[in-house]
């Protein structure tokens, strides 16, 4: 039905046989009972007190939903929260203050455990501390940390003080840090000296001071140390040393800011059609509900669980799910550094095995890649802790998925695909592990409460089998409330393509392209607009060519994704040059070094390959829809449009050269 433009795989995934939830697992989970799709739907939407009923308030709502200006709606209006409070001072009081709220495993086999205990101490100095630099409620301060205690510390001591975080994937550029920073109008940093890659001492804070000698603002800056002698660094003026900081307001406290539900908890920017980066506006109530009441249903978190998402918190699933869905119920979360190959492939088991983790939930190009390492990794360790798995970020298809069940989950625990987004803050499509049957290849059904529909082009619910656009057709709890600055490119973005305003009918449209089967399961088939999916990151194929036409020489570009293995896409750039610029190895050294400026070292093409044009229509429209096809080896459909056909089997034969 709908046109993919190929961007992900298209061929079709098929479902493998249906499985039902274990009845050991069924025994103890947290939902259990089949009737609570019908009781959210018929009790729509105050069904979703059950997920405001997980946090403390410190004054109740008045209404669960308002939505009389659609599509800017509002949750739990008139109620009074603060997130930190939630994550950290009400398990102290709940008699749990040294129950272990983190276990951080570093990269050099270093491990520290955080206590809610500890953890309460240090976002109250690092709260004060901020406070004294001059951070007020509703300042947006910029965290751009890697995977060390610090983050979470970090952004929990913002949300105690209300103050939003924008947190930036410690591994993006200088020129990223510094778009989101002026897009934010942020004026406060939180960063570190480096940390080690591989066992090297790699400078984060050079990319940081790049990023501040390109803002026109001044920027307070905070600095922890991280590396020592590894990577001596000075601090230069208005920069200031994190654990100096936490020394001179040790033993302080600060009274968490009660925020109003509708309040931001923080920012995230991420990839959008525009190719400009989209910050995503998080809310205090509905967010923390909703990540906390699918950590619950979803996951099966429970207080005692020792609880692991292997993903990193400077993307949307770490925000959700390592920091605030865990900690609101008191939890103990496996926070990871390293990688999984490093020292070597068998360190995530080793690092289960020894925390005896129960619930292990990680992304699809993690598990291909334990795939094709070969089960002698897992088995080496005791997995047998492991109570449920989930997967997150991309299609799964059946054979990871039945791998992953048989090889981590010991084959039989069941495994949740959560399909969701940024801009959906928390899991909107997923089985109920105790209720659902699990089909691999498909995630599920829209979660209770969540109006799930696969609609045509003219917004009509495609037949079972067929595929169509993924939107959604009622607002949800954990819905993004805005772009930041962008009331209007939130209404395009998301809501004009389906929604009709006259008859006050709103739909929310994800950007995916899914299939859905007759018993209302969703196989998630990947975007249909011009963001890439690769590993699980979502990049603006646009973003990567603006950084591409940057490079001297360069006369066009297309970039467009390519399937490798199942389920994996790849980078594709096909470049025109101006005539001149011959040395084509020079020319793709500097679109390499342009990329890793501009957006980071993960957005660099697998291949980057040099064409004397780009195929056009005659109205002069590049043709990326048939690169696509030719980069995967594809029939190439209907070519009539072509203005210079011959340069089709030019492109083949270099695809095929190697
Ligand atoms: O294309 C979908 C894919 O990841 C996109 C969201 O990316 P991001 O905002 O970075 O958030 C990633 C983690 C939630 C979606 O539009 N995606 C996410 N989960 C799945 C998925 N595709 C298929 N199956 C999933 N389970």
């Known amino acids: 039905m709908v046109e993919r433009n190929g961007r992900g795989r298209d061929h079709p995934v098929l479902t493998g046989a249906p499985r039902s939830p274990p009845s050991a697992f069924v025994e103890q989970a947290n939902v259990t009972d089949p009737e609570i799709y019908e009781s959210f739907a018929e009790n729509w939407p105050e069904c979703w007190d059950r997920a405001a009923e997980l946090l403390s308030w410190d004054r109740s709502y008045e209404t669960v939903l308002e939505d009389d200006d659609a599509p800017f709606y509002r949750w739990f209006t008139g109620g009074k929260l603060n997130a930190a409070e939630n994550c950290v001072d009400r398990h102290l009081e709940a008699g749990r203050k040294n129950h272990a709220a983190i276990r951080w495993e570093g990269k050099r086999g270093e491990r520290e455990v955080y206590t809610y205990r500890d953890l309460y101490v240090a976002t109250n100095e690092v709260a004060t501390a901020l406070r004294e630099l001059g ?8 965290i751009y940390l890697p995977m060390i205690p610090e983050l979470p510390i970090t952004m929990l001591a913002c949300a105690r003080i209300g103050a939003p975080h924008n947190v930036v994937f410690a591994g993006l550029s200088a020129d990223a840090l510094a778009t989101r920073m002026d897009a934010a109008d942020s004026e406060y940093l939180l960063t570190c000296d480096g940390y080690y ?13 790049n990023a501040r000698l390109k803002l026109e603002h001044d920027v307070r ?67 923390l509900s909703h990540v906390a009441w699918t950590a619950h249903a979803v996951l099966d978190v429970k207080p005692d669980d020792t ?20 900690l609101a119920l008191g939890t103990t979360t496996v926070m990871y550094e390293g990688t999984p190959d490093y020292p070597d492939r068998d360190r995530l088991w080793e690092i289960v095995d020894r925390n005896a983790v129960d619930v292990f939930y ?22 047998s802790s492991l109570r449920l798995l989930g997967s997150v970020g991309e299609p799964i298809s059946p054979r990871p998925w039945n791998w992953y069940r048989e090889h981590i989950g010991g084959g039989d625990v069941p495994v949740v695909d959560t399909w969701w987004q940024t801009e959906t803050g928390a899991v909107t499509v997923s089985t109920l592990p105790a209720v659902d049957e699990m089909k691999p290849g498909a995630a599920g059904p829209g979660l209770p409460g969540i109006d799930v529909r696969v609609v045509d082009d003219a917004g009509e619910e495609v037949e079972p089998g067929e595929s169509g656009y993924l939107t959604i057709a009622r607002p949800w709890p954990g819905m993004a409330r805005t772009l930041y600055d962008g009331d209007e490119q939130f209404r395009s973005e998301y809501w004009d393509r389906f929604s009709d305003p006259d008859a006050d009918d709103w739909r929310y449209f994800s950007g995916d392209a899914a299939r859905i089967d007759e018993d209302g399961y969703l ?14 990151r979502r990049l603006s194929t646009m973003e990567i060519e603006s950084a591409i036409t940057d490079v001297p020489g360069v006369a066009e570009t297309a970039v467009v994704g390519r399937s490798s293995e199942p389920g994996g896409t790849e980078i594709y750039a096909y470049v025109s040059t101006e005539g001149g610029y011959d040395d084509e190895n020079a020319v793709r050294e500097a679109i390499v070094d342009s990329i890793e400026t501009a957006i980071g070292p993960f957005a660099r093409p697998t291949r980057i390959l040099f064409t004397p044009e780009l195929p056009k229509t005659r109205s002069g429209k590049i043709m990326r829809r048939l690169l696509e096809n030719i980069s995967n080896g594809e029939d190439l459909g209907d070519t009539s449009a072509l203005r210079n056909p011959e340069i089709v089997g030019e492109i083949q034969a270099e695809i095929l050269e190697d």
């Not at 609880?307 to 865990?326: E, F, K, L, Q, R």
Request: charged content about 25%; glycine content about 10%.
């Open 221 to 287: 800056t905070v600095v922890v140390d991280r590396l020592g002698e590894d990577l001596p660094h000075v601090l230069g003026d208005d920069e200031y040393d994190y654990h100096e900081l936490r020394e001179t307001f040790t033993g302080e406290t600060v009274e968490p800011v009660s925020r109003d539900a509708e309040d931001m908890l923080f920012l995230m920017y991420t990839s959008g059609t525009t190719g400009e980066p989209k910050g995503v506006v998080h809310t205090t109530g509905g967010y």
């Open 307 to 326: 609880y692991w998402c292997a993903a990193d918190i400077g993307w949307i699933t770490g925000h959700s799910y390592i920091v605030y869905g865990p």
């Open 523 to 536: 196989t998630v088939l990947g975007r249909v607009d011009d963001v890439i999916n690769v590993s699980g």
């Open 135 to 142: 951070v007020e409620e509703d300042d947006v301060v910029t």
């Open 197 to 209: 890659r591989r066992g090297n001492a790699f400078n984060q804070k050079s990319k940081a001071d």
């Open 362 to 383: 990680t992304a699809p190009t993690a598990i291909r890649a334990f795939m094709k390492w070969g089960e002698e990794y897992p088995n080496r360790h005791d997995l």
